[in-house]
């Protein structure tokens, strides 16, 4: 079988790949290995992802469905200067922020919704899971499928993108793409569920409305999460660092009811009951960062080349926007340009890795210096902080923001350890990570970090 774009994994990067590619008159083969609708985490949208299937036309659809609406994120911390409030924010044509609004979505439901018009647009289906790409003189050229009915099949394509999330397929297919790195944020477990019956807000404002995403923080490392997925079922989950689930010594279901319970007196007020409507799920160690993931002939699109950490909900608008901001640099490659370029996506990939540090230097600040963080939400940088929110993190004529910039120098990311993007290798390993090459031991940076904040709080 012949394609020009074939795309590895059907959930909302690969769907969205196609989506972008057919509109432009190419023909794209999508392989999915799981039989949809299947249960998958993720369920919150940034603005940004919103605007992305408002862009697709899909926004009807989404109200017809009725997917909770969602205004903005409420974080509980440990005291009331701990607690905030980001809304969901669009920029207009002046730059003036204007109040938006984006979905919860239940995955199963959602995925299929994307994957029907994918194919309904003009993407072909096969049904199986892809085992090796396809390579002819370094360059991938499709790849060979395990179809699902029996039989291997031979998919040869111009182009090969991978969406096959947490999957990896490519990085874990051998001398296609660097290596993959373990991320900052490795050595976690998440636990998850969804329940019926949660307590939500009842208030008029954004800020209190009843199906806005919830954040509970515990103490580093430590939160759970609350996001409606329809009128009555409430998404769950509980991330901890993977020693102290072990200690505990419960099963997975007794650990996230405690937890529920325990973690943090908002949460537990609005589940006097627990009624879990879904299998309890577990996706430890899921934070990773892959090298050099564009090549000739292949491009890693969303979680089949990075995550960060969940805690903000910028998967699904990383995987959209970059099936967006890929197309024309996958139309120019289709049209013969740049072929002979080492890396002909060289560009591209730099754009993203650029806006997904933006992402991770927020994150890092996030957890090494809660407080200071806060301060910059409610007050000092709360705009350029709301954009960083909405998943506006590609845009390069303002990223990183002054705010950003301040967040780099708390945590040491300056001078040598600066992100230089220059220096070809550095910048694509997370400085919090431990292979970082130049990762000091994590006393020398948090003593280093604890002087600058005291800057940062004044
Ligand atoms: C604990 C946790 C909570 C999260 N919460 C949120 C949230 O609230 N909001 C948010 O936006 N994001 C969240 N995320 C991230 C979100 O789940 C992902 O970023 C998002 O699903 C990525 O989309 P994707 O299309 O890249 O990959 P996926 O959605 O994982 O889709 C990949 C598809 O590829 C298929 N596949 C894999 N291998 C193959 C193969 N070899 N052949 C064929 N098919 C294959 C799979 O079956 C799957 O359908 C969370 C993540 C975690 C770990």
């Known amino acids: 079988m012949k394609t020009d774009v074939l795309i590895v994994g059907g959930g909302p990067s690969g769907a969205a790949a196609s989506l972008f590619l057919t509109t432009q008159g190419i023909r794209t083969t999508i392989v999915e290995a799981e039989r949809f609708p299947r249960y998958h985490i993720g369920e919150s949208m940034t603005g940004m992802a919103g605007q992305v299937l408002r862009d697709f036309g899909l926004e009807a659809e989404m109200m017809r469905r009725q997917y909770p609406v969602k205004y903005g994120v409420n974080v509980y911390g440990h005291s009331k200067t701990g607690n905030w409030f980001v809304p969901v924010q669009g920029r207009d044509q002046e730059g003036k922020l204007f109040d938006l609004e984006t979905w919860q979505v239940r995955r199963s439901g959602f995925d299929q919704l994307m994957l029907d018009t994918a194919v309904d647009r003009g993407a072909n289906l096969v049904h199986g899971k892809a085992t090796f790409p396809i390579l002819q003189d370094g360059t991938v050229k499709g790849a060979k499928v395990q179809a699902r009915d029996g039989g291997e099949l031979t998919i040869e394509s111009e182009l090969t993108l991978d969406c096959s999330g947490q999957a990896t397929w490519l990085a874990n297919s051998g001398g296609v793409t660097g290596p993959k790195y373990l991320g900052a944020y490795d050595k976690q477990i998440a636990i998850f569920s969804q329940v019926r019956g949660a307590i939500r807000e009842q208030g008029a404002t954004r800020d209190q409305c009843k199906d806005n995403t919830l954040i509970f923080y515990q103490q580093k490392y430590h939160w759970a999460w609350s996001i409606p997925i329809d009128s009555e079922v409430v998404s769950v989950g509980v991330v901890v660092p993977s020693a102290y689930f072990q200690g505990k010594k419960e099963s997975k279901r007794d650990f996230l009811l405690r937890e529920l319970q325990e973690l943090h007196p908002e949460l537990a007020r609005r589940l006097p009951v627990i009624e879990l409507v879904e299998d309890v799920h577990v996706i430890p160690n899921y934070s990773y960062q892959v090298k050099n993931f564009c090549g000739k002939g292949f491009i890693c699109l ?157």
């Not at 959209?320 to 340009?337: C, D, H, I, N, V």
């Not at 001078?415 to 220096?423: A, I, N």
Request: glycine content about 6%; overall charge negative; hydrophobic content about 40%.
């Open 302 to 458: 969303g979680d089949a080349h990075r995550f960060v950490d969940p805690i903000f909900s910028f998967g699904l608008s990383t995987a959209l926007r970059e099936a967006q901001f890929a197309t024309p640099a996958m139309l120019s490659y289709l049209e013969g340009k740049g072929r002979d370029e080492a890396n002909p996506f060289a560009a591209y990939q730099l754009f993203c890795e650029k806006g997904l540090d933006v992402l991770e230097d927020m994150l890092d600040t996030f957890w090494e210096h809660p407080f200071a963080f806060s301060v910059c939400v409610h007050d000092r940088y709360r705009e350029l902080l709301t954009d960083v929110f909405a998943g506006r993190v590609y845009e390069h004529e303002n990223q990183p923001s002054v705010a950003i910039n301040d967040f780099r120098r708390l945590l040491g990311r300056e001078g040598e350890r600066e992100r230089s993007y220059l220096s070809g290798d550095l910048y694509s390993i997370p400085i919090g990570s431990r292979y970082h090459p130049e990762r000091a031991p994590l006393w020398e940076l948090n003593s280093r970090v604890e002087t600058q904040s005291a800057a940062v709080n004044a």
